[in-house]
């Protein structure tokens, strides 16, 4: 105690005649979060974001970025005496003969899969619970560029140590450059410095792994924290929940224990992995040579669904004109992470435009809550599953001893046929979901006691669902606050569309209307509770007459 | 009417003391600081509401029925039943046991660091890297464990409610900024002067051009046709293995096969330049038109790189001719033209015509009649 106090008359004395930093401290520390497992995905990426720019620093100590070639004389006995570029070299130096260096790389490397893996399971969370609307479309969109430079960081990361894996990958990068019609060899030029192998490369790499790409990360995720900080983290329907409130914890000291313990975790975690699942093993795999390669080659998990769109692609070229474009390559690899990326980008204004919700949302959804987008949510990941998937065909292929051509051919067929199919069962699931949660909040629990009225006719009675569940059902909303109803719900008055939208034309309004009932709920349910049966007590007062 | 930020009153009452004593002791609302998000949003600490028991709501001047206003609800009960004092003991244990064997392996992590063998060849090696990795785990996990077990179990479990702050501005406030940024556009009297503007335009807009030559200069481009069009093979050039031996008529049984290289050092032309030796039975082999003089007596040399994203095409099925690219399971035929049979590839693997020397050695006839590797838009327009 006497030490708290000594901090906060000294210490912070001295800040705060200084900075006045009194008031914002207190109010940081008084600011209420939510609390729900699925927010804990972000803070894991973040965490992971931390153990990466640790452990990479320390490899930077000794990893040296050059072409150049020397001969092994490490302490891996059986690479002695091979020909090999001094950033293979210092890899296996840093892995055989820096104490800990090995631990250091793991890490690294098991620090970067998790981080796109928490980074795609965060995204997947804010899509399917609607967190991206109004007013946080503007995160979604860091979000979704930290994922495009995750991506980026990690490729160029896995092409630094130059062995036989890292240098296939960079072979295929130059030629999906090359691919590009008009400025692809000009761009691959530019990139690699001359013709591949390059004489630059590797220096580049290096400096937009270590520097450029870190910095804009830090960059977005520094403004990501601090729109969550002013806008304040969204929350689930509960009781005494509102678009105008948050429910939780202060930061200060519950939630600062649970998330500081947690980094420690993660970080713990991953000691864990990078000492006992050994990942990369490069010394295995020789130092990179343009004619020699071997079966099964992988990349991290995160290019995956690059290389299955590629596997999948038939053997298309246009050529005319006395120009080729090779759409074998493009279509896979530029085209169609361009599209992904971009309708990633544009789906909060694309909902809004489809729904005509332009209103403020700090209410997670539940998936079920808003059939349509969840299903178009699971028709994109199955369509990226089997794209993921088919990356994998030639080890699927060896392991289930099944022909390579035919899982590219299922490839090919799934990839047309799954996503629709997942749309429409996704979409019936959800509905049948609302349906026996209007029956649960509307009528409450089956109680097995049957009752007859004094007409004759036999009821079972009802027991009303508990509170909190029945909130977290039912959602109704205040509509006294200025922002945040539920908008369009079916029965909504029409005071609940925005004023001054411009839109007030009421069949545009009425067509806007009854697609967003389609999106959100199906026709003839309502959000409210409505008594359409006897509730207990009306049968306890009808039985007494 | 709002204080201003730094009015005392607010700060003192509520800076120090756990949780519980700041709510049991509250500030009353009509005297609460400004400590909402923004000193115009008015959030007060006063709008900070723990329901885990209806003895603290009392004690924060709210009953029931006044949180229970929003949407009806009434509060929930949350968080577990109070731990008796000797739960809260065994807890308090638990965290301290946790904390303590962070503090344990710290010392087993340092002591293994520098005792350990972590040398390849020495007999502790294979336990070098995972004992490391433990100690260290359980040094984090310990603290991280020991901190999220304290917090909940032995802290105040409570769930606080704060007010959101209107998201926009008041329309007020937004046209004070629009007017101010229109009031410092005409005091910059760059409306009245279209000749400025003009030419700020074109100032600016050339900077932008300004890196242009710098991002240019960092490729070397002046014989970039020619470099993707052409690789080392000239002719009469030998074929060698990677060993650096020569390959001679006669070396290779049928159904085998040989990578070769050109004799040259530059690792972009070794790159360019891998190429498979394959020698079948001649009459397995289907002569392409205009081909006929490529190949010797069933030996016959394509490039090895793919001509899908120029992975080596390397696993050759002796029967079948098949030859496989392990990137993308592209699928040539050896035995006629190396045609594309399966796969993404869209082009035939080039072929080396070859020719044997007066010593028996296989030569090259010249370079590949086409780029070797993945297409290009300039491929066919030389």
Excluded at chain 1, 121 to 127: A, C, D, G, L, P
Aim: overall charge negative.
């Amino acid at each position: 105690m006497t030490l708290v106090s000594k901090a906060t008359d000294g210490t912070g004395r001295w800040v705060d005649d200084r900075l006045g930093s009194s008031n914002f401290v207190r109010r940081s520390l008084n600011k209420v979060f939510p609390d729900h497992w699925s927010f804990m995905l972000g803070e894991i990426a973040l965490y992971t974001f931390i153990i990466l720019l640790l452990s990479g620093t320390y490899l930077a100590f000794f990893y040296t970025p050059s072409l150049g070639e020397v001969v092994y004389d490490g302490s891996y006995t059986p690479l002695v005496g091979v020909a090999m570029s001094e950033a293979y070299h210092s890899t296996l130096d840093i892995s055989f003969d820096v104490r800990g260096g090995l631990l250091m790389r793991q890490i690294h490397h098991w620090a970067a899969l998790l981080f796109m893996v928490a980074i795609v399971v965060h995204i997947m969370r804010v899509f399917f619970t609607g967190a991206f609307r109004k007013p946080r479309e503007l995160n979604w969109v860091i979000g979704v560029l930290l994922l495009i430079f995750g991506l980026l960081e990690g490729v160029a990361g896995y092409s630094l140590p130059d062995d036989l894996l890292s240098g296939t990958g960079l072979r295929i990068i130059w030629s999906i450059m090359l691919a590009v019609p008009v400025v692809g060899t000009w761009a691959a030029f530019l990139i690699f410095g001359a013709e591949y192998p390059g004489t630059d490369i590797l220096d580049r790499l290096y400096i937009a792994h270590v520097f450029v790409v870190p910095l804009i990360l830090l960059g977005l995720i520094t403004l990501h924290m601090m729109m969550i900080w002013y806008q304040k983290h969204t929350q689930f329907a509960g009781p005494g929940r509102t678009e105008t409130n948050v429910v939780g914890s202060r930061l200060y000291p519950a939630y600062a224990a649970k998330a500081g313990g947690f980094f420690f975790l993660v970080f713990g975690v991953i000691a864990l992995l990078g000492g006992l699942a050994q990942i990369n093993p490069v010394w295995l795999y020789g130092p990179y040579n343009p004619s020699q390669v071997f079966a099964g080659a992988q990349p991290d998990w995160y290019i995956g669904f690059l290389d299955g769109s590629t596997r999948l692609m038939p053997g298309w070229e246009i050529s005319a004109l006395g120009y080729t474009v090779p759409i074998n390559v493009i279509i896979p690899t530029v085209v169609l992470p361009g599209l992904m990326f971009t309708a990633m980008l544009v789906y909060p204004w694309l909902e809004q435009r489809f729904t005509g919700d332009r209103e403020y949302h700090n209410l997670l959804d539940r998936p079920r809550d808003a059939p349509v987008r969840t299903a178009i949510g699971a028709m994109a990941l199955s369509f990226y599953m089997v794209l993921w998937i088919s990356g994998g065909n030639d080890v699927i292929a060896s392991v289930f001893r099944v022909s390579v051509n035919n899982t590219t051919y299922a490839g090919r067929v799934l990839l047309l046929l799954l996503p629709p199919l997942v749309y429409v069962i996704t979409k019936r699931v959800c509905l049948a979901l609302q349906h026996s949660d209007d029956e649960l909040a509307h009528h409450g629990i089956e109680s097995g006691t049957i009752r007859r009225l004094p007409s004759g006719e036999f009821v079972e009675e009802t027991v009303p669902l508990p509170m909190p569940y029945r909130a977290a059902l039912t959602r109704v909303e205040p509509s006294e606050v200025g922002h945040g109803q539920k908008v369009l719900a079916s029965g909504a008055p029409d005071q609940d569309v925005p004023h001054g939208s411009g839109h007030e034309d009421s069949q545009y309004l009425e067509t806007r209307r009854s697609r967003s009932k389609g999106f959100f709920r199906p026709k003839g349910v309502s959000t409210t509770p409505t008594r359409t049966e006897p509730s207990p007590a009306e049968l306890e007062g009808s039985g007494q007459q | 009417v709002t204080p201003p930020p730094d009015d005392p009153k607010g700060t003192s009452a509520d800076a120090a003391g756990s949780i519980r004593d700041r709510l049991k002791s509250p500030a009353p609302s009509s005297e609460a600081s400004a400590s909402g998000d923004t000193s115009r949003s008015g959030v007060s600490d006063a709008s900070f509401q723990q329901t885990d028991s209806a003895g603290l709501r009392e004690a924060h001047g709210r009953s029931a029925q006044q949180e229970s206003t929003h949407a009806g609800f009434e509060p929930m009960e949350v968080g577990p039943e109070p731990l008796t004092p000797r739960e809260a003991k065994v807890a308090e244990l638990k965290v301290a046991a946790l904390f303590l064997l962070s503090a344990l392996s710290v010392v087993a992590f340092c002591v293994w660091y520098v005792v350990g063998d972590h040398r390849f060849g020495t007999p502790g090696n294979p336990y070098f890297n995972p004992l490391l990795g433990l100690f260290m785990a359980l040094a984090l996990g310990g603290v991280g464990a020991g901190a999220v077990v304290w917090a909940k179990t032995l802290m105040v479990d409570e769930e606080a409610v704060q007010e959101r702050h209107p998201f926009g501005s008041p329309s007020e406030e937004r046209a004070a900024t629009a007017e101010a940024l229109k009031a410092g556009l005409g005091d910059s009297g760059l409306k009245r002067r279209p000749l400025l503007i003009g030419t700020l335009a074109l100032g600016a807009g050339s900077l932008a051009l300004l890196p242009l030559p710098f991002v240019f200069g960092m490729g070397r481009f002046q014989h970039k046709e020619r470099e993707l069009a052409t690789t080392a093979w000239r002719e009469g050039m030998r074929l060698y293995r990677n060993n650096g031996t020569p390959v001679r008529q006669g070396d290779l049984q049928i159904g085998a096969v040989e990578s070769v290289f050109p004799d040259v050092e530059l690792p972009q032309l070794r790159a360019d330049s891998p190429v498979l030796l394959i020698r079948m039975r001649p009459e397995e082999l289907q002569v392409q038109e205009g081909r006929e003089d490529w190949s010797i007596d069933g030996h016959v040399a394509y490039s090895s790189i793919c001509s899908h994203l120029g992975c080596p095409v390397k696993l050759y099925e002796q029967q079948t001719h098949h030859l496989l690219c392990p990137c993308h399971q592209s699928t040539f035929d050896a035995s006629r033209g190396a045609d594309v049979i399966f796969g993404p590839a869209a082009r035939p693997l080039p072929q080396l015509a070859i020719s044997v020397d007066d010593e028996g050695y296989f030569v090259a006839q010249g370079d590949f009649s086409e780029p070797i590797g993945p297409s290009y838009w300039e491929r066919d327009s030389r």
